[in-house]
């Protein structure tokens, strides 16, 4: 099972995380949506395309724009669509 935890709280856990440039990419049903933020960040990669952003929340303290997805990936990246990854201090762990 892999895990990400930020400020003591898990936010997502799966036995079917896609690793992609050494990021976890967790499936969307696999995250607790209470903790997360739709932002109006994004950011473009050449061959995943244009990446969503959301802000976690966890009692009270924001991480902004921590996790990040592709709503709409590239051809090449089609198998992470909507798939969350992490950043900013969230801690991934395997095992």
């Known amino acids: 099972m892999t895990t990400a935890i930020w400020n003591g709280q898990q936010l997502a856990a799966s036995d079917a995380t896609i690793v992609v440039e050494g990021n976890h990419?967790?499936?969307?049903?696999?995250?607790d949506r209470q903790f997360f933020e739709p932002t109006g960040t994004h950011?473009?990669?050449s061959w995943k395309g244009?990446?969503?952003?959301?802000?976690?929340?966890v009692e009270g303290t924001r991480n902004v724009d921590a996790a990040w997805y592709y709503?709409?990936?590239l051809?090449?990246?089609?198998?992470i669509k909507d798939y969350v990854a992490f950043w900013r201090?969230?801690?991934?762990r395997e095992g």
Do not use: L, M
């Not at 990419?25 to 995250?31: E, T, W």
């Not at 244009?50 to 929340?57: F, G, M, N, R």
């Open 43 to 45: 950011s473009t990669c």
């Open 50 to 57: 244009e990446a969503s952003y959301y802000t976690v929340t």
């Open 75 to 79: 051809a090449e990246a089609e198998n």
């Open 89 to 92: 201090g969230v801690e991934v």
């Open 25 to 31: 990419y967790f499936p969307p049903d696999s995250i």
């Open 71 to 73: 709503p709409e990936p």
